[in-house]
């Protein structure tokens, strides 16, 4: 069987996809309190860019990957309008039902799937708009990702992938020490798991850096793909538009 990692971890490619499962069920509930202590309410900041960036228009289909909680599933939601449509998924039951309370919780409806990332039941040019967030580090073929999400998008569609990155050279031994001493700690304290948070952090220094995904879209088929380094490289977003 092949093999991939699972954080610093080499695990088999079948055997990741049950440990990323139990990681996120174990964090689910309190998955938005978590974010929001990691990150000092940044992580807010980065998904209100994202949606400025998206410009999602009245009358849009847009396709949510790795919804989880629904942040961007609700900020696109109210883009597009009662004329659009937002499809909001993940491949983790527990994040997506999380989410789905919280939308419905804000008066939004959407229709809620659990899928694959690498394997979309969409058809092809599908969407004008693919967005995931903190997710594709977590597939284990991100190649095949991404080339789904291009599959499913329409010519001109747009593919946004927010996601922790490299973070520039003199803040990697203070992100070091905050990512392997302070927040697994924190999520003993807060959510009761340290070892799903050290993952998380572990998760982020395998995961390709800003040119390195670039290169991956592009190969992807995405004709022309931006970067945006946003808090000095900790998070970046990539977009990429389909020719």
Excluded at 51 to 63: F, R
Excluded at 76 to 103: F, K, S
Excluded at 122 to 147: E, W, Y
């Amino acid at each position: 069987m092949a093999q991939t990692h699972f954080g610093f971890k080499t695990v088999d490619e079948r055997e990741k996809a049950q440990r990323v499962r139990s990681v996120f069920d174990s964090v689910a509930p309190r998955y938005d309190l978590m974010n929001d202590l990691m990150s000092a309410g940044l992580h807010r900041l980065w998904k209100r860019y994202t949606l400025t960036v998206a410009q999602a228009q009245p009358g849009d289909q847009v396709l949510d990957i790795a919804g989880g909680t629904g942040d961007l599933s609700l900020g696109l939601a109210r883009q597009v309008g009662p004329t659009g449509l937002v499809v909001h998924t993940d491949i983790n039951e527990a994040m997506l039902r999380e989410g789905r309370d919280r939308l419905l919780n804000e008066g939004v409806v959407l229709p809620s799937t659990v899928c694959d990332a690498e394997k979309l039941p969409f058809a092809d040019g599908s969407f004008d708009i693919v967005s995931v967030a903190f997710g594709l580090r977590n597939m284990t073929h991100k190649d095949q990702a991404l080339a789904e999400m291009h599959r499913v998008l329409r010519p001109g569609g747009k593919l946004l992938v927010l996601e922790f990155s490299k973070v520039a050279k003199p803040l990697e031994k203070a992100y070091d020490w905050y990512s392997f001493s302070v927040l697994p700690r924190l999520g003993r304290w807060v959510a009761g798991d340290a070892d799903s948070y050290r993952y998380l952090a572990e998760s982020i220094r395998m995961h390709p850096g800003q040119e390195e995904l670039r290169q991956m879209m592009k190969q992807a088929g995405f004709g022309h793909v931006d970067v945006h380094n946003l808090t000095g490289g900790v998070v970046a977003l990539h977009l990429g538009i389909k020719c």
